[in-house]
């Protein structure tokens, strides 16, 4: 069965603390991973994507088929980091996002 | 460039009735998906159209049924209403079923 896995409900570190948060997957195939984000009053919105490669705000996510993980990590975390963050995956290829599938999310609070 | 739009922003219903929730996808976008976000759970997929055709759907009763029209914009209507539809509704478009820009939501309550 197709599913995503965030362990953590609530995470909370101090301005300038290393950040990671966890993510695993099932899945059967090639899925494509990615990071939402929620900040407070605001919609959700796609903060990065495995294909991309690239790291966004500081932040980076390495997709690790063996552990079928992809944790999403930042070495200084900010204070304006602090928002709700959902792990999603999807079927599609090349970037084709059908059906995401989403984690329960893990809010991040981070403390001055 | 305009963003997803949905309307209502609330609405409060009772069981059994039926309700309709719109969206307005994003300028250029010819993909809209549903999800359903239940309280303290992350968004779970209802179903997608890619021009004006169901392209996808998930573990969802046919009571759940949508619409897309030329002009991209989509509807979700939800007949017989039980206490466990109530959730946030999020709609999503997406160009060719890419990168999908999330609305803000229409939070629903079924008393």
């Known amino acids: 069965a197709q599913r995503v896995t965030q362990p953590e409900k609530l995470l909370s570190v101090f301005k300038g603390a290393p950040v990671e948060l966890k993510c695993n997957y099932s899945y059967s195939g090639s899925p494509e991973l990615f990071w939402y984000v929620q900040y407070s009053r605001q919609r959700l919105q796609l903060l990065l994507r495995?294909?991309s490669r690239e790291s966004i705000k500081g932040f980076t996510a390495d997709l690790n088929k063996g552990e079928t993980s992809f944790h999403l990590k930042k070495p200084f975390a900010q204070e304006e980091d602090s928002a709700m963050y959902y792990c999603?995956?999807?079927?599609?290829?090349?970037?084709?996002?059908?059906?995401?599938?989403f984690g329960k999310g893990t809010k991040l609070s981070v403390k001055p | 460039e305009t963003g997803v739009t949905q309307s209502p922003t609330h609405l409060i219903k009772t069981r059994g009735q039926q309700v309709t929730l719109r969206c307005s996808s994003q300028?250029?976008?010819?993909?809209v998906s549903w999800y359903q976000q239940a309280l303290g759970q992350g968004p779970q997929f209802i179903f997608q159209?890619?021009?004006?055709?169901?392209?996808g759907r998930g573990n969802f009763p046919p009571r759940f049924s949508g619409l897309q029209f030329p002009n991209y914009s989509s509807e979700l209507n939800v007949n017989a209403l039980e206490l466990d539809d109530s959730a946030l509704y999020l709609c999503a478009s997406s160009l060719d079923a890419d990168t999908q820009y999330f609305g803000p939501g229409t939070r629903l309550t079924v008393l």
């Open positions: 495995h294909i």
């Open positions: 300028s250029g976008h010819n993909t």
């Open positions: 999603a995956l999807s079927g599609g290829r090349g970037g084709s996002q059908g059906n995401l599938i």
């Open positions: 159209y890619y021009r004006e055709e169901e392209n």
